[in-house]
DNA sequence: GCTAGCATGGATCGGCAAGTCCAGTCTGGA
DNA sequence: TCCAGACTGGACTTGCCGATCCATGCTAGC
């Protein structure tokens, strides 16, 4: 696997897909590698081919390309934290992308799947929430600037406490389908943000 | 399975307990019947005569024994929101529970892999999320008749948005490790709580 | 103390799915 | 054009683990 020609990358990549497709439809304990084969149309020598370790970095691969989609599908929005109504139009996509996405939670369900016993899927999921909580960072300090949040705001906790409440309005709507806490949790979190700024001058 | 001798039931309960240990060391993926049978000194025949649809059925008792020991181990402050510093306390009770819980949470762990296909399991833990809610509005909405909190405060979305807060610091804290973000989210909830209370008269 | 039916032990089955292997094909650089 | 090595197909092995079954112990009510 040192080289790959063009059309071995591509069927590298149609497994990689067609594994993180089926888990998106059934979850991650349905998916058998026979599974990603007839809806690749490929052979399992090509998935060891590519995936030495077979199931396991399959999974992982697929945990990293989720990842990578999560803060992707926040953009533009999310680097640009500079107005109250930017902050309302990446909240708006934030629900809108969970609520597409429906009960089923990629990420989570294949980094639970993985478990304890292989410390790359909790790194993968442990850098998504660091990249994601400093963009949302970025965002506060930038309204603190523009004088429309205390300055004495911690930036970091404020976004740690935000970024908690998305996971969680998340998580719930594993279970029941809506998405009522999240947006809560987003509103919340943006009020208070909003609450403590100073008097306009 | 109608009646249950006193032994019956004990050994039933020991299994129960046993796989609830063994997924709270190990991850439910990990988990086999024969692991179960090991731990709690029974045979196959008894599991299958305890939990007669087998695998599927010791997961859901134990999403459910587990779903109750959520609350209770909040006891007695989370039914007794009644003042700053009873708030105070059952944050510190969360942080605590969660903290010597570990990076391991069962009933997450349970529900994730019974998946879709098993309507039991979500059904538990929308369950658990609605009387976790009901609790912190009920405490709300006592801060609001002490004068505490703002009364135009809607209590229900407050809690939510709390209780998605606590459920994603826990989620991260899978991950990381670190209950910073479980802190920060209680910690933000609470204060967005106190900020719009209105003036003491 | 008898007996109906609950409780237990453990051998065995059956199937599934991960992973291996080898034989054969294609690709691209020299 | 040639060939090293990348790519592909699919049968096969292997081991595990959920589930079944039946023979045998035990309990509890009468």
Redesign the pocket.
């Known amino acids: ?12 990549q149609r497994i990689l897909e067609g594994a993180a497709a089926h888990i998106r439809e059934h979850g991650v304990a ?6 990603v084969l007839a809806r690749t ?10 995936f ?5 970095e ?1 999974l992982l691969a697929v945990a990293r390309f989720e990842a990578d989609r999560v803060l992707e599908d926040q953009r533009p929005q999310l680097g640009d934290l500079t107005s109250w109504s930017a902050w309302q139009s990446w909240r708006d996509k934030v629900v809108d992308r969970y609520r597409r996405q429906g009960r089923l939670c990629p990420l989570n369900a294949v980094t639970s799947q993985l478990g304890i016993r292989t410390p790359g899927a909790q790194a993968v999921v442990t850098e998504l929430m660091h990249r994601w909580q400093a963009e949302i960072a970025t965002g506060v300090r930038h309204m603190q600037d523009a004088g429309e949040i205390d300055p004495a705001l911690d930036p970091d906790r404020a976004a740690a406490a935000l970024l908690a409440g998305i996971q969680g309005g998340v998580l719930i709507q594993m279970s029941t389908g809506e998405t009522d806490h999240l947006e809560a949790a987003l509103d919340m979190g943006i009020a208070h943000l909003r609450a403590g700024r100073p008097a306009p001058s």
């Not at 696997?1 to 590298?12: D, N, Q, V």
């Not at 349905?30 to 599974?35: A, C």
Request: aromatic letters at 6%.
């Open positions: 696997m040192r080289t790959l020609t063009r059309k071995g990358a591509a069927t590298r349905d998916m058998t590698l026979d599974d149309a490929t052979s399992k020598s090509q998935l060891f081919h590519y030495p370790d077979g199931r396991e399959l």
